[in-house]
């Protein structure tokens, strides 16, 4: 295997990743004044992330194949050059619906490029040093949303919404310059050339294989939680508890902070447990957390002092969560992992996108929608890895 530099390989890919973030956080913070543009109520406007997630999911299903077939700089640059065309096309939207459509087109070059950051760290890395890469990767990808929805508020202060979408584009630009300059082909040249049949075996090996099922189920519930809470999160904060939109970002941010820590503390973890240990470990607190916020609002004690630390540990917990169950599941196919990555992120944004729309497609002025919605997800999270990865949680 050609030797990489694991920190170079992060930087790339973080730099490549943080266009979904970037896409997703950055105009949470105007949705408000979106919506007014739109002529839509808030809670369909946050639909718009619901739909970037279809989106998103498609494009990594179709096209992580393609670059298992054809090598990942293709894929990455044809991926990003759609995210910038449809960035540009947001800036001049003036419909609910142009807004959605062009959302969906704009997450499927995203989900094309995306795709490919964790086949990249799995045709350099395996095993513990894989988690590694990945923890380092997703802790330096963390700067993007917690820079987002700040330089989104400043955008929107300084001209208007659609400022956001042109940085996006600027961002995408760079993002094509850095991959183009640094990083090499890192598709084998021996590697196995799949046709369409071979490609859809390889879904059904995936979806087939017990153990790689259940680390699926964890990511994808715990993203599920986490995005109930990002969809539902403008009117949470700016509404419900009367957040302006220049405070919100800071609120939003100690999300980013706490995930950074439990990402720092799953690297120093890794030397002595395996990645499996610790995504139980990050698994059972998000469900304790989902219980007590449900508690929370129960009694009539929510208020941002009471709420904001149990959704910040709430979210924080992807950071034990993440890496640890998608190196484990790649460890399991290492001749498709392009393949197995864009399964694993299909499902997961799926999962996200339908729990946004659980929270916001029925404009219920209510924050039960959204803890209802991140308990139910960390429940069917932390049964279905113990249920369908068993012995090897154990190992």
């Keep these: 295997m050609q030797q990489f530099d694991s920190r170079r390989i992060a930087l790339l890919v ?6 979904a973030p970037l896409a997703i956080d950055a105009y949470l913070p105007a949705i408000p004044a979106l919506a007014e543009s739109v002529g839509a109520s808030v809670h369909l406007t946050e639909l718009s992330v619901s739909v970037f997630l279809f989106g998103f999911a498609l494009g990594q299903l179709i096209f992580g194949p393609l670059s298992d077939r054809i090598g990942r700089r293709p894929v990455l640059f044809g991926g990003i050059l759609t995210f910038l065309a449809a960035s540009l096309a947001i800036t001049q939207v003036e419909s609910l619906e142009m ?17 490919n950051s964790s086949a990249i760290v799995r ?10 890469v990945f923890s380092t990767m997703v802790m330096i990808m963390l700067l993007a949303p917690l820079v987002a929805p700040a330089l989104g508020s400043a955008l929107l202060y300084l001209a208007d919404w659609w400022l956001i979408f042109a940085f996006l584009s600027v961002y995408a630009v760079f993002v094509l310059w850095l991959l183009n300059r640094y990083l090499p082909e890192t598709r084998s040249d021996d590697a196995q050339v799949a046709g369409v049949r071979q490609i859809l075996a390889n879904y059904l090996a995936v979806l087939c294989h017990r153990e790689a099922l259940g680390y699926i189920s964890a990511v994808a519930m715990s993203f599920a939680g986490m995005f109930a809470f990002i969809t539902g999160s403008p009117f949470l904060y700016m509404e419900y508890f009367g957040v302006s939109p220049a405070v919100y970002p800071f609120i939003f941010g100690a999300n980013i902070i706490v995930m950074a820590a439990s990402n720092r503390l799953n690297i120093r973890l890794l030397k002595r447990r395996a990645p499996q240990q610790n995504l139980l470990w990050g698994l059972g607190i998000q469900l304790a957390t989902g219980v007590a916020l449900v508690l929370v609002f129960a009694a009539g004690l929510d208020s941002l002092f009471t709420v904001v630390p149990l959704m910040t540990l709430f979210v924080g917990m992807q950071g034990l969560i993440s890496p640890n169950a998608m190196s484990s599941m790649l460890d399991h196919f290492p001749g498709m992992s392009a393949t197995a990555t864009a399964l694993m992120g299909s499902i997961q944004f799926s999962s996200g996108a339908l729990a946004g729309v659980l929270v916001g497609a029925f404009e219920v002025p209510s924050a039960w929608p959204v803890v209802l919605t991140m308990l139910g997800a960390a429940i069917l999270g932390n049964l279905g890895v113990r249920a369908l990865s068993g012995a090897a949680l154990r190992g």
């Design 123 to 132: 045709d350099c890395f395996s095993g513990r040093e894989a988690a590694k």
């Design 14 to 19: 973080a730099a490549n990743t943080a266009l």
């Design 99 to 115: 807004l959605w459509a062009l959302r969906f087109i704009q997450a499927l070059g995203g989900g094309a490029s995306v795709v």
